[in-house]
Nanobody, 127 residues
Framework: QVHLVESGGGLVQPGGSLRLSCAVS?????????MGWYRQAPGKLRELVAS???????NYVDFVKGRFTISRDNALNTVEMQMNSLTPEDTAVYYC????????????????????WGQGTQVTVSS
C-alpha cells in the first residue's frame, strides 16, 4: 500500500506564494513513474495542474504556466509545487497523485497499475 501526505496549503493574499509538498511512503517502493498535482474547486471537477514524470519533462496546464513549478526528489519520493502570483481562481483543494508505482520484490520488479491520492490540502487565495 502506498500513502501520500500533503502539506503546505493555507490562506494567502492575491499575488502571494505557497509551496505544497507531498511525501510518498510504502513498503518496497522502487520507483514512481509519474507524480503530479491536481486541484478541485467547489462545484467543479478535479483537474490536473502539473505532472512530473520520472523520465521526461514536466507538464503544466495553461492556467499555471509561468506561475507554478513542480519538482520531485526521486531519492526521497517527494514532490513539491511552488505556486507564485496566486489569484482567487487558484482557490481549491490540491491533491497529490502518483501513478506507475513499481515495487522491489525478491522475484524482481513488480508494477502496480493503481493510482494513489493524498488527502488534499486547502489553498485559499483571498484578501
Amino acid at each position: 500500500q502506498v500513502h501520500l501526505v500533503e502539506s503546505g496549503g493555507g490562506l494567502v493574499q492575491p499575488g502571494g506564494s505557497l509551496r505544497l509538498s507531498c511525501a510518498v511512503s510504502g513498503n518496497n517502493i522502487f520507483s514512481l513513474r509519474i507524480m503530479g498535482w491536481y486541484r478541485q474547486a467547489p462545484g467543479k471537477l478535479r483537474e490536473l495542474v502539473a505532472s512530473a514524470p520520472r523520465d521526461g519533462p514536466t507538464n503544466y496546464v495553461d492556467f499555471v504556466k509561468g506561475r507554478f513549478t513542480i519538482s520531485r526528489d526521486n531519492a526521497l519520493n517527494t514532490v513539491e509545487m511552488q505556486m507564485n502570483s496566486l489569484t482567487p481562481e487558484d482557490t481549491a483543494v490540491y491533491y497529490c497523485n502518483v501513478r506507475g508505482v513499481v515495487y522491489q520484490t525478491r522475484n524482481g520488479l513488480l508494477p502496480d497499475s493503481r493510482e494513489y491520492w493524498g488527502q488534499g490540502t486547502q489553498v485559499t487565495v483571498s484578501s
